[in-house]
């Protein structure tokens, strides 16, 4: 089992920045991935942006690509999400999710940040 526990979020004016973070506990030794989605309301989830926790290679849906920015500290087991120049479409929850791999793979979901942009 993994846990994961978000942090950081908030209500911040558009144009502004933000960081949050997901701590993983737990069966951390065996992750490969960790990725953050965001849900708005009436809104499927949708993927914000990934990175490989051992290579540290990184991923990012077109709409946040050069405003946010994902990194993680193997150390504190604990991956960010720094975003800039905000809009208000990126108003949503901001959820963490771990892939850990152990013969099959498996996804575990933090309980969600609340992320809202004022115009």
């Known amino acids: 089992q993994v846990q994961l526990v978000e942090s950081g979020g908030g209500l911040v004016q558009a144009g502004g920045s933000l960081r949050i973070s997901c701590a993983a506990s737990?069966?951390?030794?065996?992750?490969?991935?960790m990725r953050w989605f965001r849900q708005a309301p009436g809104k499927e989830r949708e993927f914000v942006a990934g990175?490989?926790?051992?290579?540290?290679?990184?991923s990012y849906a077109d709409s946040v690509k050069g405003r946010f920015t994902i990194s993680r500290d193997n150390a504190k087991n604990t991956v960010y999400l720094q975003m800039n120049s905000l809009k208000p479409e990126d108003t949503a929850v901001y959820y963490c999710?771990?892939?850990?791999?152990?013969?099959?793979?498996?996804?575990?979901w933090g309980q969600g940040t609340q992320v809202t942009v004022s115009s």
């Open positions: 990175i490989s926790w051992s290579l540290g290679s990184t």
């Open positions: 737990g069966r951390t030794a065996s992750l490969s991935t």
């Open positions: 999710q771990a892939r850990r791999v152990a013969i099959r793979e498996y996804d575990y």
